[in-house]
């Protein structure tokens, strides 16, 4: 079977996942710069198998689009342009942030490497990934 890509997108840091061969385990792969983004991916999608991308989508508690929201939609576009035979699935990602922090936290990750924002977004990313997993089920 093929991967899933997880993109928790920033402005200025987007955190990557991706699920294992049989779709069971998220694992945070990295976070890479908002303008190497789709770099990344290609090649990343050049080398490994992967069947559609997953991203984390933006709203407020009252369902109302937030700052980010619009870019979201942009990235959405352009992933369906330069990948066409990819399908994309939005995930809801409130509380994706606070749940990853929480889950450094738990896991023992000291306080000096827990401010490092690019671990919490590959962190969200995994989030991210493992509800969409979990709502496939």
Request: aromatic share 8%.
């Amino acid at each position: 079977m093929a991967r899933f890509l997880a993109i928790d997108y920033g402005l200025k840091r987007v955190g990557i996942a991706v699920s294992d061969n049989l779709q069971i385990i998220a694992t945070g792969l990295k976070t890479v710069e908002q303008k190497n983004l789709f770099d990344f991916l290609k090649e990343y999608c050049q080398n490994e198998d992967v069947c559609c991308f997953v991203v984390g989508y933006p709203l407020n508690w009252d369902e109302t689009p937030t700052d980010l929201t619009q870019h979201v939609d942009n990235l959405i576009q352009k992933l369906k342009k330069e990948f066409p035979q990819k399908e994309v699935h939005k995930v809801d990602e409130r509380n994706t942030s606070k749940i990853a922090m929480q889950s450094l936290v738990k896991s023992g990750v000291k306080k000096k490497k827990r401010r490092n924002k690019a671990l919490l977004d590959e962190v969200s990313a995994t989030i991210i990934l493992q509800d969409f997993m979990q709502s496939r089920q």
